[in-house]
Every structure is written in structure tokens, then in C-alpha cells.
């Protein structure tokens, strides 16, 4: 049980920080500028719905997309990272918001495209959900009930991330207020800062796993420690 909370807590944790929040925030308030309160609220509650069914998908057929293309998890793993250091470094670097000729007149229109995908659930944040999901089923299928159990309160830590991050665009109005825009851009780029951090551990991770695992991996890791 204490495992499975500590499984839950940590993906909360990650996939909220993977989500890049003020950046969202601040593409959430640049797109919807000009619209009530009410249809605000309304596109943020949308949007997050479209977010738990696109990880919800990423989570759970995370392992059978791996087979079909014949991946390897640490492979996947090295070319997230690569791809969340890419993103991390195009946010800490600075992100054009959108103009006022560029946003849509209705905004039910960035519910989907671009606000849910990719804005939210890119390619960077995808990934990330696919190695979770894949690397908890196997150790659940070897496991036993507990670690089915696991499995499914890892996917509890994504809802509770993307709850969180729904919570964050529904109060978007208040947040601007109280903090005010350049704030909600200052916090964005150090949101990139941790995501390069995070990236980089990704790559570190899997390639020290693919040595590992391969036997031209066990030459050079036996030349390095010589």
C-alpha cells in the first residue's frame, strides 16, 4: 500500500511539472482573452477531459505501443528525454504567446487543437506517460495483486495532475490578478529549468539501462571503469 501511494505521489509530482502549468497558464490566458468568465471556465474544464482521455490512452496501452513498433523502453526513454529537452530549452529560452490576429474568434475552437493537443499533451509529456505505464505493467504482470494495484494508482497520480492542472486554468482569471502576467511568464521559464533537469536525467537513465542491458554495453562500461 505504502509503495503505491509513494508510485502515485511521485507521478503526481513529475507529470505536473511534465504538463509545464504556467506555460499552459499563460497560453490559456492569451487564448481566451476577451472571452467571459463563464465560456473560460467552461473551455477549462473541456480541456481537461480531453487531457485525462489522451494520457488515459497513453497510460494503459503504453506497453502495446511499445510492441508494435518493436521499441525498447530505455530507447524510448533516451529519445524522450531528448524530445523534453528540446521543449524545455524552446521554454526557458522564451515562448511567443499568441497575437490577437492568431486567436480564433470562438474559443470553443482551441479546445482540442491547440490547447489539448499539443499544448497540454504534446509529444514531451506523451512520452514521459508511455514509459510510466509501460514499465508499471510489466512489473505488474511479473508481480502479483499488489503490483496490479500499483499499477492502477500510478494512473491516480496522472489524474490528480491533470485535475490540478484543470484547477490552475479555471482560477486563470484570479491567477492573472493576483500574480499578473509577467509573473505567470517568469515562473514559466523556471518551469524549463526543471524540465531540462528532468530530461537530462531521462537520457542519463536510459542509456546507462541500454549498456546495461547490452553486451557491447558490458565491454565499454568494463574499458570505462578500468
Not at 494503459?60 to 524545455?88: E, P, T, W
Not at 500510478?154 to 493576483?178: K, N, P, S
Not at 531521462?202 to 546507462?208: K, R, S
Request: proline share 3%; net charge neutral.
Amino acid at each position: 500500500m505504502i509503495d503505491a501511494l509513494v508510485f502515485a505521489w511521485g507521478n503526481f509530482v513529475k507529470l505536473f511539472f511534465l504538463f509545464c502549468p504556467f506555460f499552459v497558464l499563460n497560453m490559456f490566458l492569451s487564448l481566451t482573452e476577451g472571452a467571459s468568465s463563464v465560456r473560460k471556465r467552461s473551455v477549462a474544464v473541456r480541456v481537461t477531459f480531453v487531457a485525462v482521455t489522451v494520457g488515459a490512452i497513453s497510460y494503459f496501452a503504453g506497453q502495446g505501443f511499445l510492441k508494435l513498433f518493436g521499441l525498447d523502453v530505455d530507447g524510448f526513454r533516451i529519445g524522450a528525454g531528448i524530445l523534453l529537452m528540446i521543449m524545455a530549452q524552446e521554454l526557458a529560452l522564451g515562448h511567443e504567446t499568441p497575437t490577437a490576429q492568431s486567436r480564433p474568434r470562438n474559443v470553443d475552437d482551441i479546445i482540442v487543437v491547440p490547447l489539448g493537443i499539443p499544448i497540454i499533451m504534446g509529444p514531451a509529456c506523451v512520452s514521459p506517460i508511455i514509459i510510466i505505464g509501460a514499465e508499471a505493467f510489466t512489473a505488474a504482470t511479473q508481480g502479483g495483486a499488489w503490483d496490479w494495484f500499483t499499477f492502477l494508482f500510478g494512473f491516480v497520480g496522472f489524474i490528480g495532475a491533470t485535475v490540478a492542472l484543470g484547477a490552475l486554468l479555471y482560477f486563470a482569471e484570479a491567477l492573472e490578478r493576483i500574480f499578473g502576467k509577467n509573473v505567470i511568464r517568469i515562473f514559466s521559464k523556471v518551469s524549463g529549468v526543471i524540465l531540462m533537469a528532468m530530461a537530462a536525467q531521462m537520457i542519463v537513465t536510459g542509456f546507462m539501462a541500454f549498456l546495461d542491458k547490452s553486451t557491447v554495453g558490458q565491454k565499454l562500461l568494463e574499458v570505462l571503469t578500468q
